[in-house]
């Protein structure tokens, strides 16, 4: 089956640093690949998502890069802030239509 | 828009005792619905799916049952409960399979 890692498990930046969220996949055929941030205590929202037939797609501070030869996809958040600390999850979307997410990463922005 | 609704948000049941939780979405018809369950500090556990009333797929075999008795209403079940069914259920929609899907704001169970 499908097999997302996703790395690191845990991060801490100063604000207004960047962070970097890296996912890698099995599935060559995946094409679908979404990012969720969760705060404590809530349900996962979606921040951003990226289709196999682009390369990099950005939303402000937040931008996904994704890289189908190496199967990795990758979130850029830059200029940080502390109401960025959350977990982040990254998933694709294999050949039988399943979401497959990572294990999620806790980011914490010191102020 | 769509919203969806889980109820309770947090619940403690002694071990042994029956289990319903449910999830609502409004703003959409026909939905594809799914539970996961989210143990402390780890991934997102597919549990079951559905493509329409009374049809559910489960995901992993376990203590658990789904039902989908309206279009738009997706209940999570148990006869008896365990100690390892704690944990935060959270309840998803999508418009089909391979959608994005969009979760709701969860339900923390603690069974003693």
């Known amino acids: 089956g499908e097999n997302v890692e996703q790395h690191p498990s845990t991060l801490s930046v100063q604000e207004g640093d960047s962070a970097v969220i890296k996912c890698t996949y099995s599935?060559?055929?995946?094409?679908?690949f979404p990012w969720y941030k969760q705060e404590l205590g809530k349900g996962p929202q979606l921040i951003i998502d990226?289709?196999?037939?682009?390369g990099e797609k950005k939303d402000q501070r937040i931008a996904v890069t994704l890289n189908k030869t190496a199967k990795h996809f990758s979130l850029h958040i830059t200029e940080t802030q502390p109401e960025d600390s959350a977990v982040y999850f990254c998933a694709d979307l294999n050949t039988g239509n399943q979401f497959y997410f990572g294990t999620g990463t806790s980011l914490t922005v010191i102020p | 828009s769509q919203t969806i609704h889980q109820w309770p948000a947090t619940l403690v049941q002694p071990v042994g005792s029956p289990l319903s939780l449910e999830c609502t979405v409004e703003?959409?018809?026909?939905?594809?619905l799914y539970w996961y369950r989210q143990a402390a500090g780890r991934g997102l556990q597919l549990l079951f799916y559905?493509?329409?009333?009374?049809?559910i797929s489960s995901e992993v075999p376990q203590n658990l049952s789904a039902s989908r008795p309206q279009d738009r209403q997706f209940i999570l079940s148990s006869k008896k409960l365990l100690l390892s069914d704690s944990g935060f259920y959270l309840c998803?929609?999508?418009?089909?399979?391979?959608?994005?899907?969009?979760f709701g704001p969860g339900t923390r169970l603690t069974v003693l």
């Open positions: 703003g959409t018809s026909n939905p594809n």
């Open positions: 998803a929609w999508s418009s089909g399979l391979g959608a994005t899907q969009f």
């Open positions: 599935d060559s055929a995946s094409n679908y």
């Open positions: 559905s493509v329409g009333i009374g049809q």
């Open positions: 990226i289709r196999s037939n682009v």
